[in-house]
């Protein structure tokens, strides 16, 4: 199971730092990303890493604001969201990818899906 959490609301320019929690089953060998949803749009990709936590990759919508970051010793990933904008405002998702897929901007790579957590970012 995925708990996401961390979300809520910031102004423009302000920063967030989400956390993606698994419990029940260690995820440490599983490539992890975040995914979005905002209002009327299809779900995106936002940020992925490796279980190794040495590769990494980002939607060119957030690259040199967000970085994502994970600590297998606690099962934990965690986005950091600086420089935030309105557009940025969705519910995030995080998922684990424990089939190494390879696919890790493409929703389907993903097995498991947390419950998601607003982020609102205002003007």
């Known amino acids: 199971q995925l708990q996401a959490s961390g979300g809520g609301v910031a102004q423009a320019g302000g920063s967030l730092r989400l956390s993606c929690v698994a419990t029940?089953?260690?995820?440490?060998?599983?490539?992890a990303g975040w995914f979005r949803q905002a209002p009327g749009k299809e779900r995106e990709f936002v940020a992925a890493i490796s279980w190794s936590g040495g590769t990494t990759h980002y939607a060119d919508s957030v690259k040199g604001r967000f970085t994502i970051s994970r600590d297998n010793a606690k099962n934990t990933v965690y986005p950091q969201m600086n420089r935030l904008k309105p557009e940025d405002t969705a519910v995030y998702y995080c998922?684990?990818?424990?089939?190494?897929?390879?696919?890790?901007?493409?929703?389907?790579?993903?097995?498991?899906w947390g419950q998601g957590t607003q982020v609102t970012v205002s003007s």
């Open positions: 029940g089953r260690s995820f440490r060998l599983f490539a």
């Open positions: 998922a684990v990818d424990p089939g190494a897929s390879g696919r890790p901007t493409k929703e389907f790579g993903y097995d498991y």
